[in-house]
């Protein structure tokens, strides 16, 4: 079965500090995809990013970035010079390619809760 | 305007009562899916759907009843709600598999007494 792991609950920076949300995930398929959302205290859920399991290249958007490592399991994501509009919970998510046509859904890890205080 | 609506944002209910969540989009997305958010848990999957008359049970399929008869619409009902029901249920469509860019409604906070 898939997992999905955000160990930090919380996270509290000052404004202009970089911050890197951890995402570990688990899966027996060799073709996945992970996903960050972000929901901000408005509440509603943003897509963020895409990333398939045969592209390992890091990508920046901005001043975000995103990790993507399949030897550790991980896809963590960066926040540079973070921002007040930054705060908000940022999901992980999987998504298994298998058999079945169950490939697109969503499993989310657990959330992190990232304040930026001005 | 186009997007996803869900109704009703708030309600609160009493243990034993249907309930139903109603889930709009005007995209015309072929998938959708009901998720609830609850405070150590994250987004949990409830049923999903990928088409009108296909429906499926998630992780948490317990206590919910979906139906879709036409593409736009999902709604996602109570059939005798219970207090562990309480929860911030959204709503979410997609246009395609895999893709995994799900759209969500702005939520819809359930309280059950």
């Known amino acids: 079965a898939q997992k999905v792991t955000q160990a930090q609950t919380e996270i509290s920076v000052v404004e202009k500090e970089d911050v890197t949300l951890d995402c570990v995930y688990e899966?027996?398929?060799?073709?996945?995809?992970l996903f960050w959302y972000k929901q901000p205290p408005s509440g509603e859920l943003v897509f963020l990013i895409r990333?398939?399991?045969?592209?390992?290249q890091n990508e920046i958007s901005g001043r975000y970035s995103w990790n993507f490592q399949k030897s550790t399991s991980s896809f963590n994501f960066t926040i540079t010079a973070s921002q007040v509009v930054d705060s908000a919970v940022y999901f992980c998510?999987?998504?298994?390619?298998?058999?079945?046509?169950?490939?697109?859904?969503?499993?989310f890890g657990k959330g992190t809760l990232l304040t930026v205080n001005p | 305007d186009a997007g996803i609506t869900q109704s009703p944002r708030y309600k609160i209910t009493e243990t034993g009562r249907q309930v139903t969540l109603m889930c709009h989009q005007t995209w015309s997305h072929s998938y959708m899916f009901w998720y609830r958010q609850d405070l150590g848990h994250g987004l949990r999957l409830i049923y999903y759907s990928a088409a009108a008359d296909i429906t499926d049970k998630g992780e948490v399929p317990d206590g919910y009843v979906v139906s879709r008869s036409k593409t736009e619409n999902f709604p996602l009902t109570l059939e005798s709600a219970t207090r562990s029901q309480t929860s911030v249920y959204f709503c979410a469509s997609q246009r395609l598999a895999i893709t995994g860019e799900l759209f969500f409604g702005e939520g819809s906070r359930l309280t059950v007494l």
């Open positions: 990333r398939n399991s045969f592209d390992e």
């Open positions: 998510a999987l998504s298994e390619a298998g058999s079945g046509g169950s490939n697109y859904k969503l499993t």
């Open positions: 899966t027996r398929d060799t073709t996945y995809y």
